[in-house]
């Protein structure tokens, strides 16, 4: 069974960067494309960002294309998302999951960490 476990969460001003980690054990990792995702409170669980399983090919919702950045290390087992220019929308519980395809479709991510919080203060 893979296990999902997110780090890097925090406390930032507006304007400020964080980078968050994602870090996989005990099953396939770099065959798997994958994603992020946040839900704030009272709010759906929105997609952030993608990535295939070679790190070449990546995609952003509307909402953060140009701030945020996902990126992969197959030899760690570890994705992350590096996220500058914060804004206080932006705060919310940031999942990492894996998919075996291209979409932003929850139900289509067969594992899921636990998240880590990130809270953006104006």
């Known amino acids: 069974q893979l296990q999902l476990v997110e780090s890097g969460g925090g406390l930032v001003q507006t304007g400020g960067s964080l980078r968050l980690s994602c870090a996989a054990s005990g099953g396939t990792f770099s065959g798997y494309n994958m994603g992020w995702f946040r839900q704030a409170p009272g709010k759906e669980r929105e997609f952030v960002a993608l990535?295939?399983?070679?790190?070449?090919?990546?995609t952003y919702s509307d909402s953060v294309r140009g701030r945020f950045t996902i990126s992969r290390d197959n030899a760690n087992n570890t994705v992350y998302l590096q996220m500058n220019s914060l804004k206080p929308e932006d705060t919310a519980l940031y999942y990492c999951?894996?998919?075996?395809?291209?979409?932003?479709?929850?139900?289509?991510?067969?594992?899921w960490g636990q998240g880590t919080q990130v809270t953006v203060s104006s």
């Open positions: 990535c295939n399983w070679s790190g070449t090919t990546k």
């Open positions: 999951a894996r998919t075996r395809g291209w979409n932003r479709i929850q139900s289509e991510y067969d594992y």
